[in-house]
């Protein structure tokens, strides 16, 4: 059997199941057990396949199958312009979330020393991601998960950040620190309802602690703006993520707590998707 052969094997088992990209994947985890990049792969078709790499392939294609997401098994991610480690202990870092870099660095100029503060920071990506971009920035990423704080820690060390981030394993509700110039954050915004509604690669094999956030879904938004308040510097700026209509609620209860209102970004779709706001007492 050749490369040819075995993406083809893939290809139908993944079609089978109505996977959408089922070519893609196919090739994807081939590159993988293969050791090679995808570009490696389409220009060696005809070469043959180990049979004990073979069968390493097979097993990722009965996991892809299963709805596995092709991140976790491909061990990584790309955002913004950089790759993370991935596994089940976190999120897969999404497009939308980019719009949090985008606005973040439109406000931190190159050559700015920064305080930032990332809440629920998962795998790390938006913080190391925006430090990548401001080196002189330094910050603190909090999450009450311990087991996505180990993959943070391990993605700061890839960036060579390590030095640059402190990692701490703490709910917001807790966390007692001197003033920051920027907190941004990614928070768990889905309600209880849609969670079982998601697609089953997300609702099986994401982890809930990292998306659902009670009746409403404005439970960590709530937490979020409350604690922000008094962990900003006046001047200072929330920068966070939001769901499908929590924008108008989360304006209420930023102006009731002192913020202005800077922008609201949305994302492909036209929903609202960050909010910029700055602490004006």
């Known amino acids: 059997m050749n490369y040819l052969q075995a993406i083809d094997f893939g290809i139908n088992s993944l079609k089978q199941k109505k996977t959408k990209s089922y070519n893609l ?24 396949i180990q049979k004990n790499v073979f069968i390493k392939y097979k097993k990722l294609i ?5 709805k596995e ?4 098994l491909l061990k990584k991610k790309e955002f913004w312009k950089y790759i993370f480690y991935v596994n089940k202990d976190v999120l897969i870092p999404r497009p939308e979330t980019e719009l ?8 931190i100029r190159p050559e700015s020393s920064k305080k930032l503060l990332d ?20 910050g603190i990423a909090i ?22 981030i402190n990692f701490v394993n703490m709910n917001i509700d807790k966390f007692i620190d001197y003033k920051y110039d920027f907190i941004i954050s990614n ?20 982890p809930h602690l990292a998306l659902e956030a009670g ?7 709530k937490k979020l703006i409350l604690k922000s308040k008094h962990l900003l510097k006046t001047n200072g700026r929330l920068i966070f993520e939001i769901g499908k209509d929590q924008m108008e609620y989360s304006k209420y209860l930023l102006k009731i707590n002192g913020f202005r209102i800077n922008k609201v970004s949305k994302d492909l779709n036209l929903i609202p998707r960050i909010i910029v706001a700055t602490k004006i007492f």
């Not at 009965?62 to 299963?66: E, G, L, P």
């Not at 949090?100 to 406000?107: D, F, S």
């Not at 009746?215 to 938004?221: N, T």
Request: glycine fraction near 4%; aromatic fraction near 4%.
């Open 215 to 221: 009746v409403d879904g404005l439970r960590e938004i």
């Open 119 to 138: 809440v629920g920071t998962g795998s790390g990506c938006i913080i190391i991601s925006l430090i990548n971009e401001r080196p002189k920035c330094n």
């Open 69 to 72: 997401p092709i991140a976790y």
């Open 25 to 48: 994947d196919s090739e994807l985890l081939l590159a993988k057990v293969l050791n090679l990049t995808r570009e490696e792969l389409l220009i060696n078709l005809n070469k043959k």
């Open 100 to 107: 949090i870099i985008e606005e973040t660095l439109k406000i």
């Open 62 to 66: 009965k996991r892809r199958v299963k």
């Open 143 to 164: 999450d009450i998960s311990k087991k996505a704080l180990k993959i943070a820690k391990f993605n700061a060390k890839m960036h060579h950040l390590q030095n640059k």
């Open 187 to 206: 928070p768990p915004y889905i309600t209880k309802q849609d969670l079982s509604r998601l697609d089953d690669d997300v609702s099986f094999y994401e």
